[in-house]
């Protein structure tokens, strides 16, 4: 055993890597990624600071490091419709799985998952959460000087659910108790910061920020649709089909990208107009729907597939339609998922157009809505703060749901 040990330290004696300098390289990357990740993440929490005080209180603090002038409302967390409540129960019942399913090391079929002490920390602790945030948001309310005592209370019974879910043979009980009470912090003040204040709400009713939200949804899921299933058949007939002048109609097809929205803005709101489609849903959605850089990234991801592969299905009868829907697709699915996601933010963060094309405020898009938000009085400007943060919402799940896809996609092709 000894001798193992010898050889084994002798071993990464030789490759340079000795256990103190391994560790030592391990907290330099755990304090860069935490220095990175208070870079990205310090700009959103001023945001939110700034969203939560009234401007004029926050000026006269003299621009504290928390939120001043706070208003709270008076709920619990079973307050608003049968939807509110199922929604905020779900949110909390997905974050808790995601971080036992991080903590478990294996995906979300892993048997482990589905263990008693995981189950208590995802069910026990929504239900523990739910209940703790009641008083909570009382105290908060009325403030009775009890909040303090409360929050602690509320972390550490919502802690005490995720130890059974973070124990593990491979991990130390101290470390198990530390992530566990990390986690009740967390989970505690996500749901008093984005719960608790008055603020979201005003926004949300003072804008109209739902209908607006619905008619953005519609429009970018319309568009991201188009963009996608015709750039993926232009690819492919660029690259699988033989057509005359095929290289010149693919850099005319090109030079498109060469012409922004401004230099044909004004001949299109004049075809809109002329079609009468103002103030329509085809006005927004026809004229994207098609996009060349879509084409030019799923082109590059055909491009690398096998030729083998297009012979061998032609000799098995595949025609093209099978050959694009059970091969040519699935094997290019990283480089369309992120196209996908490209196409999903731009239809999303789209002023320009929609702004040229509707000229009633009931058929208003999000970023119109967040336009008019931003134009108002000056006292209320935190709630425009708060309008843009809530619109911001569909992006970061987009992302998040879609993280995987997007590497994979803008990686392709790196590393053989």
């Given at each position: ?153 509320a972390v550490v019974v919502v802690a005490a659910t995720q130890v059974w879910g973070y124990l593990s043979p491979e991990r130390s009980p101290l470390t198990s108790v ?239």
């Open positions: 055993m000894a001798t193992s040990d010898v050889n084994r330290g002798a071993a990464e004696l030789a490759m340079g890597q000795s256990p103190a300098r391994r560790n030592l390289g391990l907290v330099g990357q755990y304090l860069s990624l935490g220095l990175l990740s208070v870079l990205v993440l310090g700009p959103i929490a001023l945001t939110v600071i700034q969203a939560l005080s009234p401007p004029f209180t926050y000026v006269d603090a003299g621009k504290p490091l928390h939120p001043v002038g706070v208003s709270w409302q008076d709920r619990t967390w079973f307050t608003g419709g049968p939807l509110s409540i199922i929604v905020r129960t779900l949110i909390v019942l997905a974050l808790l799985a995601w971080l036992q399913k991080v903590a478990s090391g294996g995906g979300w079929k892993d048997p482990a998952l589905r263990s008693p002490g995981r189950l208590v920390a995802i069910i026990g602790g929504t239900v523990v959460l739910a209940l703790a945030m009641n008083p909570l948001f009382q105290s908060f309310f009325k403030a009775d000087g009890n909040t303090l005592v409360i929050f602690v209370g530390t992530m566990a009470v990390f986690t009740g912090l967390g989970l505690i003040s996500f749901c008093v910061v984005t719960m608790g204040p008055t603020v979201w709400t005003l926004a949300w009713s003072r804008y109209d920020l739902g209908p607006a939200m619905g008619r953005s949804f519609v429009m970018a899921i319309l568009i991201t649709v188009l963009q996608v299933a015709t750039a993926i058949m232009a690819a492919y007939a660029f690259v699988f089909l033989r057509f005359p002048f095929k290289r010149i109609l693919f850099a005319l097809f090109m030079a498109t990208l060469l012409l922004p929205i401004e230099v044909t803005l004004v001949g299109n709101v004049a075809t809109v107009r002329q079609l009468e489609w103002t103030n329509t849903m085809q006005a927004l959605v026809l004229p994207f729907g098609a996009a060349a850089l879509g084409t030019f990234l799923i082109r590059q991801g055909f491009r690398g597939l096998p030729t083998e592969i297009q012979d061998a299905t032609r000799l098995d009868g595949y025609g093209h339609w099978a050959f694009l829907t059970k091969f040519a697709v699935p094997l290019t699915r990283p480089v369309i998922a992120a196209f996908t996601v490209i196409s999903a933010l731009a239809a999303w963060n789209q002023y320009l157009w929609p702004r040229s094309v509707i000229s009633e405020n009931s058929f208003n898009s999000l970023q119109i809505q967040l336009r008019l938000a931003s134009a108002s009085e000056v006292a209320n400007a935190n709630q425009a703060i708060a309008a843009a943060l809530v619109a911001a919402v569909p992006v970061v799940l987009l992302l998040i749901a879609f993280q995987r896809q997007i590497i994979r996609g803008l990686t392709a092709g790196a590393v053989k």
